[in-house]
């Protein structure tokens, strides 16, 4: 008797995240700090997606990310669809990060 080899079992779908630029990585506030005051940094480079360092916090929720970013970048750079971070925490479901960028006079 043939036995059909078993399927391997589907692995359950994640939502895809922007990849930050190398630079960011998760970087924590203070390392990010010291890597934003760099005049090297280029904190509007889009990384692969088309997006910046700010709009990838935003879509991975990292609230003091975004506060660190929003010391230094404009509220309202965009990513290569035209879309400001404000927009995209909306449309990503980032309410708490969509109301410190609203603080921060970020506009849709």
Known sequence: MCRAAPT?????SRPRCP????????????R???????????????NAEGYTALHAAVQRGE???VQVLL???DPDVRDRHGMTPLARATQWGQVAI????????AQP
């Open 8 to 12: 391997p079992a589907a692995r359950p």
């Open 19 to 30: 990849r930050p630029p190398p630079w960011l990585t998760c970087a924590a506030p203070r």
């Open 32 to 46: 990010l700090r010291s890597l934003l005051a760099d005049e090297t940094t280029d904190s509007r480079a889009l």
């Open 63 to 65: 609230e003091a990310a």
């Open 71 to 73: 010391e230094h970048v």
């Open 98 to 105: 969509a109301g410190v960028l609203r603080e921060r006079g």
